[in-house]
């Protein structure tokens, strides 16, 4: 599986962007799904997760009630929808994608298998 990631730019505070995740191959609906994010200096964090077979959506606290992550199967495509984005949530979006991964597991980064090559989201005050 190959992923490509799209839609970062520059924005302000209280503005929303949609990123997205095209990915190459088959049995894409079969994926578990995830967006990770990284701050200079900071660790990879998790963002949002599909379940495999796309049944659960996962959330982390921080973005719960403003991020929301969808998925087009017929497109091969995993989108999150940021709205009302804070300065914190400055980072390079990262997706990625596991067939094996077990929903316990779907925020730990090193799970997954497929990586994109990031997007940059930057958000001014």
């Known amino acids: 599986v190959q992923l490509q990631a799209s839609g970062g730019g520059l924005v302000q505070a209280g503005d929303s962007l949609r990123l997205s995740c095209a990915a190459s191959?088959?049995?894409?609906?079969?994926?578990?799904m995830g967006w990770f994010r990284q701050a200079p200096g900071k660790d990879r964090e998790f963002v949002a997760a599909?379940?495999?077979?796309?049944?659960?959506?996962f959330y982390a606290d921080s973005v719960k009630g403003r991020f929301t992550i969808s998925r087009d199967n017929a497109k091969n495509t995993v989108y999150l929808q940021m709205n009302s984005l804070k300065p914190e949530d400055t980072a390079v979006y990262y997706c990625?994608?596991?067939?094996?991964?077990?929903?316990?597991?779907?925020?730990?980064?090193?799970?997954?298998?497929?990586w994109g090559q990031g997007t940059q989201v930057t958000v001014s005050s």
């Open positions: 990625a994608a596991d067939r094996h991964i077990i929903n316990s597991a779907l925020s730990y980064s090193a799970q997954y298998d497929y």
């Open positions: 191959g088959r049995s894409f609906s079969t994926y578990a």
């Open positions: 599909f379940s495999r077979g796309g049944s659960g959506r």
